[in-house]
T-cell receptor, first 111, second 112 residues
Framework: GQQVMQIPQYQHVQEGEDFTTYCNSS?????IQWYKQRPGGHPVFLIQ?????EVKKQKRLTFQFGEAKKNSSLHITATQTTDVGTYFC???????????FGQGTRLTINP | DAGVIQSPRHEVTEMGQEVTLRCKPI?????LFWYRQTMMRGLELLIY????????DSGMPEDRFSAKMPNASFSTLKIQPSEPRDSAVYFC??????????FGSGTRLTVV
């Protein structure tokens, strides 16, 4: 079935370093969504990308959607301790009204 | 808006007991999803409803699991009988037009 893969699974950085997580789909996506889950919390919607090659920024977070609409990335510049958590990408399943989530990238930060 | 409301927040039950998880979606949202999260399997979609109608329950692990949505403001997920392998965090999420799910705080279920 349709799969969404994320790498890396874990990432540990020093505070102030940059962080990037990558998302790859086995099929072309109509859109891709990103979520953040803090430790012990629930996933929170961050953003949706729709257009091929689209780039969106939210403060220190930069989201990209690939030209082929099969991959995406989230880049955090100068990480802060508040960025700790697991970042998930999710894409809609073709022909169905539901999302398939990647396994997530767990970010930990050394202050 | 209070967001998606789930209850209980924590549930500890003995194997074989019936467990009922509850969810109140955001008013005006027409789609509701039940997810299960474990370390091993990540976020798994169990079932989703559109306009209170079950659309896809292919993720429901087995007949011990059932879900209902009797009206637009309430849904339940029932496990009967419960087993230790059902221990997980169960999330309910709602959305309108499949843009940006809003998740509840989850129910942490422990079956002993």
């Amino acid at each position: 079935g349709q799969q969404v893969m994320q790498i890396p699974q874990y990432q540990h950085v020093q505070e102030g370093e940059d962080f990037t997580t990558y998302c790859n789909s086995s099929t072309t996506l109509s859109n891709i969504q990103w979520y953040k889950q803090r430790p012990g919390g629930h996933p929170v919607f961050l953003i949706q990308l729709v257009k091929s090659g689209e780039v969106k920024k939210q403060k220190r977070l930069t989201f990209q959607f690939g030209e082929a609409k099969k991959n995406s990335s989230l880049h955090i510049t100068a990480t802060q301790t508040t960025d700790v958590g697991t970042y998930f990408c999710a894409g809609p399943v073709q022909g169905a009204q539901k999302l398939v989530f990647g396994q997530g990238t767990r970010l930990t930060i050394n202050p | 808006d209070a967001g998606v409301i789930q209850s209980p927040r924590h549930e500890v039950t003995e194997m074989g007991q019936e467990v009922t998880l509850r969810c109140k979606p955001i008013s005006g949202h027409n789609s509701l999803f039940w997810y299960r999260q474990t370390m091993m399997r990540g976020l798994e979609l169990l079932i989703y409803f559109n306009n209170n109608v079950p659309i896809d329950d292919s993720g429901m692990p087995e007949d011990r699991f059932s879900a209902k949505m009797p009206n637009a403001s309430f849904s339940t997920l029932k496990i009967q009988p419960s087993e230790p392998r059902d221990s997980a965090v169960y999330f309910c999420a709602s959305t309108v037009s499949y843009y940006g799910y809003t998740f509840g705080s989850g129910t942490r279920l422990t079956v002993v």
